[in-house]
């Protein structure tokens, strides 16, 4: 790779890096060290196709693209399901709001299954549209309409009462 390029990728990185690690911590239910090694896949993998991303009109919506089905194919392996001990870290993926409603979501985003997840996150979190987030999960824009829809459902029922005292304050 030409020392250009490598530039350009540096440059990249460290101005997206910090916007996924939000997202990927976001799709691991506040799980920091998960989210990290996400993040490091996803520029591992980005760094590999760079020369050939000059054909990409949006870098890093590829990168987004990227680490949601990094995410999904991490899900997917059997060592995922191991599931460690202890309580959310204090430190946060945004430093701003209540801490508390910040904890109510990360545990109802625990709760749901991982497209669920992420179909909330991409849609929601990331305001990506419909083809956007079907292209981005590798499924049909129904599947996102209907998984957005249940995956919503569940989150309500999951906070439940919550969500009313957190609006209260």
Not at 133 to 148: C, D, G, I, L
Request: proline letters at 3%; glycine letters at 6%; charged letters at 30%.
């Amino acid at each position: 790779m030409k020392q250009s390029r490598k530039d350009d990728f540096r440059e990249f990185a460290a101005g997206r890096a910090g916007h996924l690690f939000r997202s990927a911590c976001l799709l691991t239910s506040g799980d920091v060290h998960l989210a990290e090694d996400l993040v490091q896949e996803t520029l591992g993998r980005m760094y590999v196709k760079w020369g050939r991303l000059s054909r990409i009109d949006n870098p890093a919506g590829y990168a987004q693209t990227v680490l949601v089905r990094t995410f999904l194919t991490h899900r997917r392996r059997r060592s995922a399901a191991e599931q460690p001990l202890g309580a959310l870290p204090d430190a946060a993926a945004d430093g701003d709001g209540d801490p508390a409603l910040r904890l109510a979501l990360l545990q109802a985003l625990r709760e749901l299954a991982p497209k669920d997840r992420a179909v909330l996150v991409l849609r929601y979190w990331e305001d990506r549209s419909i083809d956007e987030t079907a292209a981005a999960m590798n499924t049909s824009s129904a599947a996102v309409r209907t998984r957005s829809v249940r995956a919503l459902a569940k989150l309500r029922e999951r906070l439940g009462g919550s969500l009313a005292e957190f609006a209260a304050r």
